[in-house]
């Protein structure tokens, strides 16, 4: 599986983006997909997570009530909403695909996106 994060850019605090996540390769339905983030001397943090067939979602708890998570089956894409944008959400913002009973860590991951937000 091969993924490839876009959509992120500068946005002013309380201002919203979109990221997207384009995955190659066979999905399946037990298959978890999620998004995750880094800044540069911390340690990456999970953001939120969705299963790819019933669309179960889990979320930190920096992202409940802001940030939402969503998937399009036939594209095999994952989203991620985000809204009211912080400062502190700054950082790599990175997609990830992990099979069943496997961790995040050890499976499938994109490039990174860099999101920016400015206050």
């Known amino acids: 599986v091969q993924l490839q994060a876009s959509g992120g850019g500068l946005v002013q605090a309380g201002g919203s983006l979109r990221l997207s996540c384009a995955a190659s390769?066979?999905?399946?339905?037990?298959?978890?997909m999620g998004w995750f983030r880094q800044v540069p001397g911390k340690e990456r943090e999970f953001v939120a997570s969705i299963e790819w067939g019933p669309g179960t979602t889990i979320y930190a708890d920096s992202a409940k009530g802001r940030f939402t998570i969503s998937k399009h089956n036939a594209k095999n894409t994952v989203y991620l909403q985000m809204n009211g944008l912080k400062p502190e959400d700054t950082a790599v913002y990175y997609c990830?695909?992990?099979?069943?009973?496997?961790?995040?860590?050890?499976?499938?991951w994109g490039q990174g996106t860099q999101v920016t937000v400015s206050s």
């Open positions: 990830a695909a992990r099979r069943i009973g496997a961790s995040f860590e050890s499976g499938y």
């Open positions: 390769g066979r999905i399946f339905s037990t298959d978890y």
